[in-house]
Nanobody, 126 residues
Framework: QVQLVESGGGLVQAGGSLRLSCAASGRTFSSYAMGWFRQAPGKEREFAAGISSTGRNTDYADSVKGRFTISRDNAKNTVYLQMNSLKPEDTAVYYC???????????????????WGQGTQVTVSS
């Protein structure tokens, strides 16, 4: 059974930074791509960032490109999301997810991921 546990969310002022972490257990972490999604109240869950199994390739939604950085440490079974220059529109519950594949190309759909964390709240005040 795969478990994904997010941490690092909180309340921050616009322009500030947060670093989210997601610790994984249950199957070979280094074999699978990982993604971060977010869901604001009343909106659908959307892709924010993804990283391939080796960490060599990444993908970002246009709304976060240049401000967010995804990374992973396969020795620690952990994926990170560094969020800088935060905006009020970044307010959402952020979810970590594990893909069924090792690559990140064309892996922006929710259905491409078969394991999910419980989510962590990020609130950006103006």
């Amino acid at each position: 059974q795969v478990q994904l546990v997010e941490s690092g969310g909180g309340l921050v002022q616009a322009g500030g930074s947060l670093r989210l972490s997601c610790a994984a257990s249950g199957r070979t972490f280094s074999s699978y791509a990982m993604g971060w999604f977010r869901q604001a109240p009343g909106k659908e869950r959307e892709f924010a960032a993804g990283i391939s199994s080796t960490g060599r390739n990444t993908d970002y939604a246009d709304s976060v490109k240049g401000r967010f950085t995804i990374s992973r440490d396969n020795a620690k079974n952990t994926v990170y999301l560094q969020m800088n220059s935060l905006k009020p529109e970044d307010t959402a519950v952020y979810y970590c997810a594990q893909s069924a594949r090792s690559y990140i190309y064309n892996q922006r759909e929710v259905t491409a991921y078969n394991y999910w964390g419980q989510g962590t709240q990020v609130t950006v005040s103006s």
